[in-house]
């Protein structure tokens, strides 16, 4: 008999491409076969994302999408990762479509619960654990330069406009010794770059190690040549990680440092547990540690109650840091969450998407600035393959993560550290030549 084939879609964030991983390998072991689109399947996954509104709108868009063939050819549809957990029941009763829910804790159930869906019967597995971290799971990785390693997963802050806390559930951090032999099976399979990853990496902890510890021990790996950490909280910045980050060669000089909003009225209601002061303390700080320091981060406009001169805090403080590159997002009312709960969501939609917009055309500006400033300069970027609007450019990444493309030549190869010297630049992108 044909093993089942599935074809797997993933949404959000890279925490999500990871699971995806992690599910892939889940049920190679359990004898299915991958395909790369639905229409040669037998199961379609969506690995779903709930951070935000249009992200479940993505996903019931997909869903749609997939009728005729379900209606046709019997596929079998799941629905997986966050947006499973949050809706639960919901999304069974609602969308006849979804035949298996899985939520983030819950992929070692998966071959169970398809092979009751493939008999015509129906299941979740929902429940979220204070243990899974999957550590005895090898992802399927897509062979190549850069790899995840998710070192800790869930989320104990309740920020509260976040839904993550409810559909990842509690922190848990992975031990230490198996994060380092992970990342030597990695280099020795050819990889050369790691990120860490957690929903808020920077609490990690397991027993006396903490965060700057794995971060240093993973950066010691022989053949790895570059460790990047995603996403860190500003709470949670000893002056030790600081240390490890400026000092090590290995470990990358970009920082990505949610800021949220730069007002401390609203910060307090999002309870973020930082003031303005406190934030800006930080960076500079880090500045003054690491001068090459790339910085980055996200913002949220609009939340609840938040006024135009509040809103105005928030452009102040872009204007005074001046981040490499920024996410803004328009607040968006998630289930279950504190501000959903206490808060009325009462800034106008029109008025959001103002302060969206305005941010947006001002960070661009800046980015675009601070691409400029590096024309001349030689940079050493990370060779990850071929660029994505032509085969004879090379993309790769500087240590500070800006996409850089250059054209193929022989001498490099992807793996590869090259030296490159930056000509032209654009918002996103560094153009460059070999040097
Ligand atoms: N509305 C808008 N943006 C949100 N984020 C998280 N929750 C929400 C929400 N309810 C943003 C935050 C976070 C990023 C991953 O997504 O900026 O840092
Ligand atoms: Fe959400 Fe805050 Fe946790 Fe980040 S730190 S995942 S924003 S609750």
Redesign the pocket.
């Given at each position: 008999m044909r093993a089942p084939h599935v074809f797997i879609e993933t949404f959000g964030c890279q925490m999500n491409e990871y699971d995806t991983e992690l599910v892939r390998s889940i049920l190679t072991a359990n004898c299915y076969r991958f395909t790369d689109s639905a229409d040669t399947a037998d199961v379609v996954l969506l690995n779903t994302c709930a951070i935000r509104e249009n992200a479940h709108n993505k996903v019931y868009g997909h869903l749609g999408a997939l009728k005729s063939l379900k209606e046709e050819k019997g596929l079998v549809i799941g629905v997986l990762g966050c947006m499973a957990q949050n809706l639960k029941k919901d999304l069974l009763e609602e969308h006849s479509l979804i035949d298996v829910l899985a939520g983030p804790d819950s992929y070692r159930a998966l071959p169970e619960l398809l092979e009751q869906a493939a008999v015509g019967q129906k299941g979740m597995a929902v429940d979220l654990s204070e243990y899974e971290t999957y550590a005895d799971i090898t992802p399927k990785r897509v062979d190549g330069v850069a790899a995840w390693i998710a070192v800790m997963r869930g989320?104990d802050?309740?920020?509260t406009f976040?839904v993550?806390?409810y559909t990842r559930g509690r922190e848990r951090s992975r031990d230490f010794a198996g994060v380092v032999r992970e990342a030597e099976a990695l280099a020795a399979s050819g990889c050369k770059q790691v990120t860490l990853l957690g929903?808020?990496v920077n609490s990690y902890r397991d027993g006396a190690h903490d965060f700057a510890d794995l971060l240093l021990a993973v950066a010691e790996v022989r053949g790895i040549e570059r460790v990047r950490f995603i996403s860190p909280?500003p709470k949670d910045f000893p002056e030790k990680l600081l240390e490890a980050v400026a000092g090590h060669p290995k470990i990358c000089k970009h920082i990505h440092l949610p800021l949220q909003a730069g007002n401390d009225r609203i910060l307090r209601l999002m309870d973020r547990t930082y003031t303005r002061a406190e934030y800006l303390a930080l960076v500079e700080q880090i500045r003054t540690c690491c001068p090459e320091i790339v910085l980055t981060t996200d913002i949220i406009a609009g939340f609840c109650s938040e006024t135009d001169a509040e809103f105005t805090d928030t452009e102040t403080l872009m204007r005074q840091v001046e981040y490499h590159s920024a996410y803004v997002f328009q607040y968006s009312e998630r289930k279950h969450t504190i501000a959903a709960r206490q808060y009325a969501d009462d800034v106008p939609a029109g008025v959001k998407a103002a302060r969206v917009t305005k941010l947006i055309e001002f960070q661009r500006g800046i980015s675009l600035k601070k691409n400029r400033e590096m024309i001349g300069k030689t940079v050493e970027v990370l060779v990850e393959g071929e660029g994505k609007r032509s085969c004879d450019q090379w993309m790769g990444r500087t240590d500070g993560n800006i996409v850089t493309v250059f054209p193929v030549s022989s001498a490099i190869k992807p793996g590869r550290l090259a030296s490159v010297r930056i000509i032209d630049a654009t918002i996103t992108t560094l153009y460059a030549e070999s040097v």
């Open positions: 989320c802050n309740f920020c976040c993550v806390p929903q808020n909280h």
